[in-house]
């Protein structure tokens, strides 16, 4: 079993959607997680960082954490085809290595 | 502000050929350097990783190697290069009090 998974995708959204992205992580200590999005050939760059649970909000981005459930996911609200990427979820391993799932590619269609 | 810098963006080199990667932080001390590679189509994996100058740990045996002779430079090394170590070479720092990483821009790696 993946440390870190994610539905590969792609998810497809209409402009203005919303798109929600999901991981899910097998180790309970796990406490610090990420969001970086890739553009294709590009390096990935970080968008969110959650640490707690609940609800982070970052102008149109929201991660949520759910401990409980080892479930983090990425809202993006008002979705734009500049959305269109691929989604990379983070987070650390118990040997303290921050493992990447495979990523989810979005397509936002105008 | 921090920046990082990977170079060359692009290389083609022969199976068998030696290589050389180079990464450079600015803007920050003492930063937790890492390299990654990522294959087409597939995840990130973590190849090294650096917490001070001299101090290296691998996390996947291969004839790859990585040297760290300053404070905000890491090396990917190779003697000679496979078909398979083709792809998307990262580096990534992160800072001594923080648990985020950045990436650079990367090298992208054909062996040919």
């Known amino acids: 079993q993946k440390e870190v998974e994610q539905n590969s995708g792609p998810l497809s959204v209409p402009e203005g959607a919303i798109a929600s992205l999901n991981c899910t992580y097998s180790d309970r200590g796990s406490q610090s997680f990420f969001w970086y999005r890739q553009y294709s050939g590009k390096s990935p760059e970080l968008i969110m960082s959650i640490y707690s649970n609940g609800d982070k909000e970052d102008g149109r981005f929201t991660a949520q954490l759910n401990k409980a459930s080892q479930y983090v996911s990425l809202l993006i609200r008002d979705s734009q085809p500049s959305d269109s990427a691929t989604y990379l979820c983070?987070?650390?391993?118990?040997?303290?290595?921050?493992?990447f799932g495979g990523g989810t590619r979005l397509m936002v269609k105008p | 502000s921090q920046t990082i810098h990977q170079w060359p963006a692009t290389l083609v080199q022969p199976v068998g050929s030696p290589l050389s990667l180079e990464c450079t932080v600015e803007?920050?001390?003492?930063?937790?350097l890492y390299w990654y590679r990522q294959a087409a189509g597939r995840g990130l994996q973590l190849l090294f990783y650096?917490?001070?100058?001299?101090?290296i740990s691998s996390e996947v045996p291969q004839n790859l190697s990585a040297s760290r002779p300053q404070d905000r430079q890491f090396i990917l090394s190779s003697k000679k290069l496979l078909l398979s170590d083709s792809g998307f070479y990262l580096c990534?720092?992160?800072?001594?009090?923080?648990?985020?990483?950045?990436f650079g821009p990367g090298t992208r790696l054909t062996v040919t």
């Open positions: 803007g920050t001390s003492n930063p937790n």
């Open positions: 983070a987070g650390y391993n118990a040997g303290n290595m921050l493992t």
């Open positions: 990534a720092w992160e800072g001594p009090s923080s648990y985020e990483q950045y």
């Open positions: 650096s917490v001070g100058i001299g101090q």
